[in-house]
C-alpha cells in the first residue's frame, strides 16, 4: 500500500499547474511516481524535438515584442543551442533525421503562421498564478506561451499526427481553461480567444490552428470540480493506477506492475 508523508500531501494541496492536474486525471499512481516520489527517467526524444522547437518559438515571439527585424537564418543558432542541450537520449540511431524534421517544421510554421511578423505580442513566456483559496481550491499555476495583440492566449504544441480540432479542444481543456482563468485573474479582462497552433511532424511538416472562443461559465466550473478532485483525492491518498491505451507509451510501467 503507498502511504504519503503528511507534509508531501499538505505541499501537493498547496499549488497545481494544468499539467499536473491533468496527470493526476489521467493516472493518479502516475502522478505519485512522477510528482510524489519525484522518480527521473531519461528524456525521450520527441519531448527533445518538442522543447526545442518551444525555445526557438520563445525566442521568435520575443523578437516581435522588440520589434526586431525577421529572418528565420536568425533563429538557426538558438535552435542548434537548444538542440545540443541533451543527455542521455535514446535516437535509435535517428538524431540527425529527426533533427532535420524539427528544423523544417519550425520552417514551415514560420511560412503557414497566421501571425504576422509585425505584430507585437501582449506577453511571451509569462508566469502567472492565481489563489483559488476563496472556492477551497489550491494556487493554480502556469506560464503562458503567447498572448496575441488583444488578450489572444497562444499555447504551442507538437505532435506526431494531425489533431482532430475536436477532439483538441476537448483534450486539452483543462489546460486552455487554466490559462484563461489565469488571464482574467491577472489582467482584469476577458481574453479574446484561445488558439491551439499544433506543429505536425510528417514527413511533409504540417501546421494547423484550433480556434477556440473565450472560456464559458460551464467550463469554469468543470475545472474547479475537478480540482476539488484533486484536493479531496490527495486527502485520501487516492494513488491507484488507471490501466488503458497509455500505458503502452508510460515511462512508469515496470513500477506500475509492482504495485499492490
Not at 482584469?188 to 488558439?195: C, H, N, P
Not at 460551464?218 to 500505458?247: A, H, I, K, N
Amino acid at each position: 500500500m503507498i502511504t504519503s508523508p503528511p507534509h508531501l500531501i499538505e505541499e501537493l494541496s498547496q499549488t497545481v499547474s494544468a499539467s499536473r492536474l491533468n496527470l493526476w486525471l489521467q493516472c493518479r499512481l502516475k502522478f505519485y511516481f512522477r510528482y510524489a516520489l519525484k522518480l527521473q527517467k531519461p528524456k525521450t526524444a520527441a519531448l527533445h524535438v518538442g522543447t526545442t522547437i518551444h525555445a526557438v518559438l520563445q525566442a521568435w515571439n520575443l523578437a516581435r515584442w522588440r520589434k526586431e527585424p525577421f529572418q528565420v537564418a536568425a533563429f538557426k543558432p538558438v535552435f542548434d543551442t537548444a538542440w545540443a542541450e541533451q543527455t542521455a537520449i535514446d535516437w535509435d540511431g535517428e538524431e540527425d533525421k529527426q533533427r532535420e524534421l524539427a528544423w523544417r517544421l519550425l520552417e514551415t510554421y514560420f511560412l503557414e503562421t497566421p501571425i504576422k511578423a509585425n505584430e507585437i505580442p501582449e506577453a511571451v513566456e509569462v508566469p502567472v498564478e492565481t489563489d483559488l483559496s476563496p472556492h477551497g481550491l489550491p494556487v493554480l499555476r502556469g506560464v503562458l506561451d503567447l498572448v496575441r495583440a488583444g488578450g489572444r492566449i497562444v499555447d504551442f504544441k507538437s505532435a506526431g499526427k494531425t489533431p482532430d480540432g475536436r477532439l483538441a479542444e476537448h483534450q486539452h481543456e483543462v489546460q486552455t481553461t487554466s490559462y484563461a482563468v489565469l488571464y482574467r485573474d491577472a489582467t482584469g479582462r476577458k481574453e479574446s480567444g484561445i488558439e491551439l497552433h499544433h506543429l505536425i511532424k510528417l514527413k511533409t511538416p504540417k501546421v494547423m490552428v484550433t480556434t477556440l472562443p473565450p472560456m464559458t461559465e460551464p467550463q469554469r466550473t468543470r475545472l474547479f470540480r475537478q480540482l476539488e478532485s484533486y484536493v479531496t483525492g490527495l486527502q485520501r491518498e487516492d494513488f491507484v493506477p488507471s490501466p488503458g491505451f497509455g500505458c503502452a507509451g508510460c515511462e512508469f510501467f515496470n513500477e506500475c506492475r509492482k504495485w499492490s
